[in-house]
T-cell receptor, first 115, second 113 residues
Framework: GAGVSQSPSNKVTEKGKDVELRCDPI?????LYWYRQSLGQGLEFLIY????????KSGLPSDRFSAERTGGSVSTLTIQRTQQEDSAVYLC?????????????FGDGTRLSIL | GENVEQHPSTLSVQEGDSAVIKCTYS??????FPWYKQELGKRPQLIID?????GEKKDQRIAVTLNKTAKHFSLHITETQPEDSAVYFC????????????FGQGTTLQVKP
């Protein structure tokens, strides 16, 4: 595809439910990043994938958050037992591998609302 | 840990005036500094970036300057237009091989016609 694709675009769920967010990066981009953007805030790093491995998970806020990537392409971010403070826009970005100064390209994000 | 501070948080200018947004970073090994523009409800879009071996870069009405010694970098928009109204984010690439970016908190720019 032409750009990073994320689904769903919007998700409303009840507190305590699990949610799964999907990111389809630009073809050939082996580096993939998840960020969280709370209302009126900057982008908070969550996790970085290189291929299917995640060498940097330092931004995941709790053990309720996990992510995986398969086939070096699609990634899913899972939030278990959602809390109201999880409400935010979750953004995914991908990048050309091995080139130090290449920019990250973002998807449109998933707006997650926890009732 | 790594940190990026961005100022101001909001900026209002008249159409045609210039706008300047400033950022400071904490990781002296950072070597890449992109700027993103985010319109309401849309994805962040890269507008300009600069590498640490360059002091200034221009692209039409947009320029970025970098002072490595002071760990400051700034975005300059000249001849502002209403369509420049958006939230602007600076970022710094942390040292290491991840390409991870640390973002500033954002500046909401309003250009009044």
């Amino acid at each position: 595809g032409a750009g990073v694709s994320q689904s769903p675009s919007n998700k409303v769920t009840e507190k305590g439910k699990d949610v799964e967010l999907r990111c389809d990066p630009i073809s050939g981009h082996t580096a993939l990043y998840w960020y969280r953007q709370s209302l009126g805030q900057g982008l908070e790093f969550l996790i970085y994938f290189q291929g299917n491995s995640a060498p940097d998970k330092s931004g995941l806020p709790s053990d309720r958050f996990s992510a995986e990537r398969t086939g070096g392409s699609v990634s899913t971010l899972t939030i278990q037992r959602t809390q109201q403070e999880d409400s935010a826009v979750y953004l995914c970005a991908s990048k050309t591998p091995g080139v130090q100064y290449q920019p990250q390209h973002f998807g449109d994000g998933t707006r997650l609302s926890i009732l | 840990g790594e940190n990026v501070e961005q100022h101001p948080s909001t900026l209002s200018v008249q159409e045609g005036d210039s706008a300047v947004i400033k950022c400071t970073y904490s990781d002296s090994a950072s070597n890449y500094f992109p700027w993103y523009k985010q319109e309401l409800g849309k994805r962040p879009q890269l507008i300009i970036d600069i590498r640490s071996n360059v002091g200034e870069k221009k692209d039409q009405r947009i320029a970025v300057t970098l002072n490595k010694t002071a760990k400051h970098f700034s975005l300059h928009i000249t001849e502002t237009q209403p369509e420049d109204s958006a939230v602007y984010f600076c970022a710094a690439r942390v040292s290491g091989n991840t390409g991870k970016l640390i973002f500033g908190q954002g500046t909401t720019l309003q250009v009044k016609p």
